[in-house]
Structures are given as structure tokens and as C-alpha cells.
């Protein structure tokens, strides 16, 4: 069976979800999205869930780590994953 280049498995929908929550999907992986969730229920209860939780986290406005702690933690994080790229 070939896989068609426009219609998504389920996997694939729920990723570009979650990226489209943090504004990273390109506008491909959104009209690719789009057809996925205009027939699969699945899908479209998977989203919704996305976007409450987003609209959540934008009204609890988080702030728990200052900008120094995040680079410490970026830094911690980029010398852990060197050790296992080589």
C-alpha cells in the first residue's frame, strides 16, 4: 500500500498537533491536519484536548524558572546529550 503524501496516519496528526500548539508546525503540516481532522474523531477529540490545555497554561501563567536557571538547564542538558552523539 502506498503511503499518500496528503492524508496522515493518527501518530502523525497528533504530533503536528502538539507542534501546531507551540507554533512550530509549517503551513503544510497544518493543511495536512486540517484534512485529518475534518473525518477522524480520534483526531479531532485529541486536538481539542491540545487546545484546552493550551488556553489553560496561557491563563496560569507560569513563570517557575528565571532566565539563568533556564540557560543552566539548556547547558546541563546540551553537555548530557554530547556524551551519547559520539
Do not use: P
Not at 508546525?25 to 485529518?36: F, V
Not at 496560569?60 to 559520539?86: G, M, S
Amino acid at each position: 500500500m502506498k503511503k499518500s503524501f496528503l492524508f496522515i496516519s493518527c501518530e502523525e496528526a497528533k504530533h503536528i498537533c502538539d507542534k501546531r500548539q507551540y507554533d512550530e508546525a509549517s503551513g503544510w503540516e497544518r493543511i495536512k491536519l486540517g484534512l485529518r481532522l475534518a473525518w477522524c474523531r480520534v483526531t479531532r477529540s485529541y486536538s481539542s484536548k491540545n487546545n484546552k490545555l493550551t488556553q489553560a497554561m496561557k491563563k496560569a501563567e507560569v513563570n517557575c524558572l528565571n532566565q539563568t536557571e533556564k540557560q543552566n538547564l539548556q547547558n546541563a542538558f546540551e553537555q548530557e546529550l554530547a556524551k551519547y552523539q559520539h
